[in-house]
């Protein structure tokens, strides 16, 4: 075990909070340096485990199936989101199972018995949303689970440095010993997000209870980890608006490539399906094309996200030569010789799709690999026109005399924005709106998304926002 020998005890604690380190965060320091040692000494088994001959064919497919590059795993924070999905979400398909569940099945009986009770949890680690509720600096943050409420503090020094109070962080926690970390890769959001993951997951996680069998938040987490981990990289990026298809998943190029056994049998077939239509043989690639279809007039499962751009795609086909009827297409397949291919806009529809290509073509296809792609929705250049010049050194204030204007100015504004009605508040001031439970819940998820924006602010030594000072005014 090793503590750091640079600050005394009596010294300033490292977190700021103007205590002295033995009163403050020496114990959490203690602890965390107990379990330095077994973390290290799992992750580098686990990482010599899959890192052989064995697993080489089943990571190329895992980037395609993520939808990464090598180029584009230079980049560090990439790398480590994909390794952590890829240990621990990834299916490997020969196996049916995780790479650290397959590492715990074949090495757990060579591990001592704490190492086995500190693996197997992190076999069952899923990727979750935490609002950030305390941060020491140089040792960790108290975080609040989104959906369960539950409360964590996380050991994470590097982490703890670039964190504001109110951040929402994507990540997986696991535990070790007595404290907990966090898997190798994440995401950080701002607490304007906030709302719009909530509706995302719920809406998710309900559709899914009906129509994929998802029997819980972890179990959707856990099997759906690639959909949320692009849905919350669109968030990161911002504008452009979430495009999403009528089902309300996002859209995300996705394939499945079958080999296949007898293509006219198959044809036959699909041609007797009511769920497939034949649109006949592509020129460029002399491929036989078929859509897979659903009745347009079928009502929708549920509202889409809100904010979000829908993508729809149909079908006119002629019923016995008179009748047209349009359909609503939800995939494409494409067969030629001895390979069939499955391509559609949602991870969501592949899988359907697969289940009932799966089940139509039993005995003629065998599943060989899925792909997902992105669709490249950034403007072209990366120059930004219209900048507002940059403000020369000898034209700024005297900080000090910079501070207290702009320290003034915030307190003048938020003394007046106490009797302004806000259109969140549904069109309520906050003093009305504090007269009730609903109101209150309301207007303390406004006072987060600001005091985390100004928290954000350039370089976080401007002037604080006076949330206290609103709080104690509207008795919250």
Excluded at 31 to 41: F, H, P, S, V
Aim: glycine share 8%.
């Amino acid at each position: 075990m090793h503590i750091s020998t640079k600050i005394g005890r009596n010294a300033p604690c490292i977190c700021g909070s103007g205590k002295k380190f033995k009163e403050c965060c020496w114990p959490l320091q203690v602890e965390r340096a107990k379990w330095d040692g077994l973390e290290d000494r799992l992750r580098g088994a686990i990482q010599s485990f899959f890192d052989t001959e064995r697993f080489v064919d089943d990571f190329t497919s895992a980037m395609s199936t993520y939808g990464i590059t090598v180029e584009e795993l230079d980049d560090i924070a990439e790398r480590r989101l994909f390794h952590d999905w890829y240990v621990h979400d990834y299916v490997i398909p020969s196996e049916g199972a995780s790479l650290i569940s397959i590492f715990l099945r074949e090495k757990g009986g060579s591990l001592s018995e704490l190492e086995r009770m500190t693996v197997a949890p992190w076999a069952k680690a899923t990727m979750g949303f935490f609002e950030v509720l305390e941060v020491k600096r140089g040792v960790g943050y108290r975080v609040r689970d989104i959906f369960e409420t539950s409360e964590l503090f996380i050991f994470d020094r590097s982490s703890s440095e670039n964190l504001v109070k109110y951040d929402v962080l994507f990540a997986r926690p696991y535990p070790i010993g007595s404290i907990v970390r966090l898997g190798g890769g994440g995401k950080l959001l701002p607490h304007t997000a906030l709302n719009d993951i909530k509706k995302y997951v719920n809406y998710n996680l309900k559709r899914l209870r009906k129509a994929a069998g998802v029997s819980d938040l972890r179990d959707y987490f856990g099997s759906n980890s690639l959909s949320i981990i692009k849905y919350v990289g669109a968030l990161e990026r911002g504008p452009p608006p979430t495009v999403v298809t009528p089902e309300g998943d996002l859209i995300l190029f996705s394939s499945s490539e079958y080999s296949l056994k007898e293509e006219k049998a198959a044809m036959k077939i699909l041609d007797a399906s009511k769920d497939f239509r034949y649109v006949g043989r592509d020129d460029k690639d002399e491929s036989e094309r078929y859509d897979w279809v659903t009745s347009a007039e079928e009502p929708e499962e549920a509202k889409r996200p809100e904010g979000s751009l829908s993508f729809k795609s149909f079908l006119l086909t002629e019923e016995g030569g008179r009748n047209k009827r349009l359909l609503k297409v939800l995939a494409n397949l494409s067969l030629k010789g001895d390979r069939l291919k499955i391509e559609c806009l949602s991870e969501q529809r592949l899988q359907a799709c697969n289940e009932r290509v799966q089940h139509l073509l039993s005995g003629l296809v065998k599943h060989k690999a899925d792909e997902y792609k992105e669709p490249d929705m950034e403007e072209e250049g990366e120059e930004r026109k219209g900048q507002p010049a940059t403000t020369r050194d000898e034209d700024r204030l005297p900080p000090d005399v910079e501070e207290s204007i702009t320290k003034k100015f915030f307190e003048d504004y938020y003394e007046k924005w106490l009797n302004m009605k806000i259109p969140g508040l549904g069109n309520l001031t906050p003093m009305q709106a504090s007269k009730t439970a609903a109101g209150r819940e309301k207007i303390e998820a406004l006072l987060r998304d600001m005091e985390n924006m100004r928290a954000r602010a350039i370089g976080q030594s401007s002037t604080q926002f006076p949330v206290e000072k609103i709080r104690a005014k509207l008795h919250l």
